[in-house]
């Protein structure tokens, strides 16, 4: 058993709305997965049941656990950043350390200070006083000091300016990501952690619309740019989504050989954010 | 800074080329160690794995060379193989469409020679062949 997080038929209703619709994946160590999905999808829930805060129907285990009912095992092993700040604002930051190391047995008080003495936040700051981009460096930098297996991050770089965001990246995989650690991740901003990622995983109205390595997409889906007779050659083959550009169209097609296309004009792959509006509005259509 | 992707090829494939020009180029020598797989990552937020297939793409080419515990480092000789190699790719791969083009377009082949031959470029590439 190398997965790290194992879903099998997972279903979480808030009264009659089914937020997780029976949704199974696995997750293996040493991975980044992306987990993308339109608001209201069922992404938070389904972090939210990862990490024990809500229960649910179907089983899951996460390193092993029970999240809901071994929660507190759990917690030692992983991580989350949440979209919302949840540092509290009153706290100094030394002071917040010494609570951390108080109460987490895998937290790290010489790491977390050599993290930030490469940073601007100052040890007797407020957390009020930080800036947005600074706390989510401080969250950040708490988290890398926890010796924990697994990351998760739910919106992690909202409402930051593109050098803390550029960075907050930069830091995940200079400081924390190693092979033995795996991180969820979960963005609307999806160029920006494309090339990042190992997985994706798309969610729409609580289930799960795609689920793949990024390095078999290229084999699994591919866009035709065409026009005229060629287009209609290439509607055929049943298309999953069409669109136009610069009076151009754009058909992707998942599961079709690009042999089968190539002769019918431009090929390439598509890129995750292409792909998302594809399966998302083309399973609408 | 970012490098812009090409969407055409994979970025493993594109890192490699990368390292490639930058051998050809001089900046990297035959013993010069190649930037940490995680440095590389971070700058460029690529998955690691894919920094990683970008640099064995190098070593099963025999131009990289992994060190137990020390990382990667240009193989001896890398860049004497590596011009060779990109000779032989550019006689068989490029030099065909750029004498199509030339062809379509009807340059004057005279005048594009006339061009390109200045002295000191010609005087290099004559070293450089002695070198084989």
Known sequence: MTSLVSARNVTKNYG??????????????GRIMGLIGPNGAGKTTLLKALLGLTDCQGSLSVLGLDPFRQRKELMQNICFIADVAVLPRWI?????LDFLQT???????????????RTKIRPKAKVRELSKGMVTQLHLSIITAIDAKLLVLDEPTIGLDIIFRKEFYANLLNDYFDEERTIIITTHQVEEIENLLSDVMFINDGRIVLDASMEDLPGQFVELMTSGENADTARHLNPIYERDVFGQKVLTFEGVGRDKLSGLGELRTPDLADLFVAKIKGAGA | ?????????????????????MMLEGVLNDGDALPSVRNVAAEYRLNPLTVLKGYQELVDEGLVEKKRGRGMFVTEGARKQLLKDERRRF???????????IKRLRLNVD???KEIGEPKSSAGSKEELQGD
């Open chain 2, 1 to 21: 800074m970012d490098p812009k992707w090409n969407e055409d090829l994979p970025i493993y494939r594109q890192l490699r080329d990368r390292v490639v020009a």
């Open chain 2, 111 to 113: 005048e594009l020679l």
């Open chain 2, 91 to 101: 006689i068989d791969k490029e030099w065909p469409l750029v004498v199509a083009t």
């Open chain 1, 16 to 29: 009659s709305v089914k937020a997780v619709d029976n949704v199974s994946f696995e997750i293996e160590k």
């Open chain 1, 103 to 117: 109460i987490h047995p895998r937290f790290s008080r010489s790491r977390v200070d050599e993290l930030l003495a």
């Open chain 1, 92 to 96: 100094r930051v030394n002071q917040l």
